[in-house]
């Protein structure tokens, strides 16, 4: 992310190897979605190399139970480039694959509350990036392997990071037009239900339109990118998809996420951005927001 991103764990070996196949959903009766409730859709990023997505869950409002958290965000899988191929390829650090191999206990009891489960795909200072992609043919196959992970793993969606690609390093091009788009029209082909959201940032999100073809109403969501700010993202889509509020939990001052959520119902915008939403008890911080969107304090249950 843009601000003050912690310690990622990053390996060298490839994490795209063979797994179990995974059983989506869990055994025995499914527990029952947590009430619907009214206003925006609030979104937490969680960096999984220091937090367990589980924390999602684990907030609802005081007034009527429905889920503080409509949207989990798995930060991060990786945008990673083999040279020998000369080919992007879709790869996940240990405790991504953790996640993801544990989908049982790590993804299913969140999705069982009703809050869908995305994952966040950004780069990895390999020069391989959204938006250079040399061919409509490589950016179809990148595509393909995303919608292909969110089949096996029973997710949600994707959401696009275009951070630290570091174009042309390893030889690699710099962002041409035709990349990205490529790349989201091959995504939502694949995946026409599914969850694609845009972290409004990089050279991907400033190259949404090519030879006639605008993909901006192909995502479902997109946010601000810069956390303690409030920006309208640049992109053709109603305000019922957009986050001009960005809040980092814990580190933007309540009174700023109150002012933001206030300002995201005032202003009538449909969505309510988070980041790094760790294990501690952060039920006065969330209650900032949640009292300005939905009328309610959130209670956190550990």
């Known amino acids: 992310m843009f601000t003050l991103v912690?310690?990622?764990?990053?390996?060298?070996?490839?994490?795209?190897?063979?797994?179990?196949?995974?059983?989506?959903?869990?055994?025995?009766?499914?527990?029952?979605?947590?009430?619907?409730?009214q206003g925006?859709?609030?979104?937490?990023?969680?960096?999984?190399?220091?937090?367990?997505?589980?924390?999602?869950?684990?907030?609802?409002?005081a007034n009527g139970g429905g889920n503080a958290f409509d949207v989990a965000v798995i930060f991060a899988a990786n945008i990673n480039y083999d040279t020998s191929t000369k080919a992007a390829y879709?790869?996940?650090?240990?405790?991504?694959?953790?996640?993801?191999?544990?989908?049982?206990?790590?993804?299913?009891?969140?999705?069982?509350?009703g809050i869908k489960v995305v994952l966040s795909v950004l780069g990895n200072h390999q020069g391989a990036g959204f938006a250079n992609f040399p061919s409509q043919q490589a950016a179809s196959a990148f595509a393909k392997q995303m919608s292909d992970t969110v089949v096996k793993y029973g997710l949600d969606g994707i959401d696009f990071d275009d951070e630290y690609a570091e174009y042309g390093n390893n030889g690699t091009a710099q962002p041409n037009d035709s990349s990205f788009v490529h790349l989201v029209t091959a995504l939502r082909a694949n995946m026409p239900d599914k969850i694609i959201s845009l972290y409004n940032i990089g050279p991907a999100a400033s190259r949404l339109s090519y030879a006639g073809v605008d993909v901006s109403s192909k995502f479902d969501y997109a946010w601000n990118p810069y956390y303690g700010t409030w920006q309208v993202p640049g992109i053709a889509l109603p305000k019922s998809k957009l986050s001009p509020a960005a809040v980092e939990i814990g580190r933007t001052s309540q009174s700023t996420a109150a002012d933001f959520a206030r300002r995201t119902v005032s202003e009538g915008y449909g969505v309510y951005l988070t980041y790094n939403l760790d294990g501690a008890d952060r039920s006065a911080d969330v209650s900032a927001f949640t009292r300005e969107l939905y009328g309610s304090d959130a209670v956190y249950t550990p």
Request: a positive charge; hydrophobic letters at 45%; proline letters at 5%.
């Open 6 to 37: 912690w310690s990622r764990v990053r390996t060298a070996a490839l994490a795209l190897s063979a797994v179990a196949a995974l059983a989506f959903g869990t055994t025995g009766a499914a527990a029952a979605p947590a009430p619907a409730k």
């Open 40 to 61: 925006p859709t609030s979104v937490a990023y969680i960096e999984v190399n220091n937090n367990s997505m589980l924390n999602a869950g684990k907030y609802t409002l």
């Open 90 to 113: 879709l790869y996940f650090n240990e405790n991504v694959q953790r996640v993801l191999d544990n989908a049982a206990t790590e993804i299913r009891p969140l999705q069982q509350k």
